[in-house]
């Protein structure tokens, strides 16, 4: 074949083009992302200084909300008549034994408040625990009642949170209840074994309540299916949602499971 029908070759050329145009391509996209990145540092700068700055009327307000807490904490201390015990359970129900959930207070600015919370494992929202229904924690849940909602638990119920929500402690971790092997190898020395005598030593609040209470993790509780109905800033007996309920606290606990 004649040299004058051959196909020029032309690759070199067009690889050096692609490589150049690649290149190029690559050092414009490096350029855009360290300009992204400085911008971002920037805005990261900016938020931190914008935290760090707190107008007065904040530090003003947490003082005077800290100020009013400590004064009703003093008010309900007098006022409080811890000689005689809540008003009588129901028949399904004993009336030694109280379930507490916190269902409000994401801050709290008085430190006896926080420290009551923890000292009961309420320290988050929508924590439950059940408490023994003496003089000693009537007067805590007095304290801290406009954070609270408590009352008598049913059998039915403790046995729907232990079934649905019943974690353990473990090792130090957070460990679901799964059979009853586990029980027995933490609780069998206190004669519990499965997770009917844990029901049974809670509903009772038998010898060992306090081991099984420590053996059990506060229950994580969601907010109400239907919201909450009436105020959480006005207290159960004035209409609202917060406090004592009695028996209307298993009504309130089925909505949040």
Known sequence: MSDKYAVPNKLPGKTVSVLKHRKRR???DQ???EQKRNDRIKRLKKTKEHHKFRRAE???MGYLKAERTAKRIKQTILRTNVTQQSATAAEDTNSRLLLVMRHSGK???DKTTTDILKTLRLGLRHNAVFVENTKENQLLLRVIEPFVVYGFPSLSTIRELLFKKGFARIDGKKTAIQSNTMVEQQLGEQGVICL???IHEIYTVGPNFAAVNNFLCAFTMSSP???WKKKVSVSFKRGGEYGDRGQGINELIARCL
């Open 58 to 60: 904040s530090f003003v």
């Open 196 to 198: 009917e005598d844990i």
């Open 31 to 33: 350029s855009v992302f």
């Open 26 to 28: 690559i050092l414009q």
């Open 107 to 109: 801050k709290i600015f």
């Open 225 to 227: 299916r239907d919201g």
